[in-house]
């Protein structure tokens, strides 16, 4: 039977401030609503054994797989899974970068898998662009997870493996897009960022960084969620 693991047994970034893993900083981007902070959750693990409603594939354009942590969605899922994207989503690239298509999960302990093709970094490609449809893959992908009532979501880091997106500015678009996307969707409970196991370095830059979007501040601040600060400009090196 393979190793499954709940939601709500990963560390919540409430839970990461409580026990020190995490600190405020100086100069947050976005400002302190506890309520957000028992919502999102950091882990090292596996995404195939993450038994979220929907677990996030960092897929290419064809939708048939590869390596990575595609590789290991479509191993766990079974042939069914491929299958289902080619008779869903016919085309030699029904998915272009930026964006996401959800399919069933088939033997994952997920219900969905929700495919989604980030950009490949590239120095000759216009950085503004790369970041949008990086930011979009999670957009859609939230969206997409709230329109099939899906209640919990887990991502890998799209696009920082194989792509080459450098963690650092792929962690700031994904701890941004999903702060907005909580703050406007009361739906999903649980959105969980797994970094693959034993990447200590890339779950170092999450620590880092999630205090900047979530932070947990002396107490709740209710009005406007507007952004403190330019996103990033002012995280302290
Ligand atoms: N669980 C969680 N995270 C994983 C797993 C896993 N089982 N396997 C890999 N990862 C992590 C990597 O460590 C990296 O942080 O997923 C992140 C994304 O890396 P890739 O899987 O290489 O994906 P990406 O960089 O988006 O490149 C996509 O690679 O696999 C092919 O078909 C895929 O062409 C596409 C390209």
Redesign the pocket.
Known sequence: MPNRVQPQSIRTVGELFANAAIQDVETPIYPPKRSLLSRVHLCQ????EIEVDAIVN???STLQ????????IHMAAGPALAKACRELYPGRHPCPAGDAKITPGFQLPSKYVIHAV?PRWSVYSDTQTMASQLASCYRISLQSAVDNKCESIAF????????G?PIDEAAHVALKETRIFLEENNQLDHVVF?I?TG?DG?QKVYEKFIPYYFPHGPEDVTESVEPLSSAKGSVDE
């Open positions: 693990g596996d995404i195939t960092a897929a290419n797989g590869g390596g990575g942590v595609d590789g290991a980030g890998p880091l799209i696009s920082t493996g194989i792509y997106y797994v693959f990447r890339d």
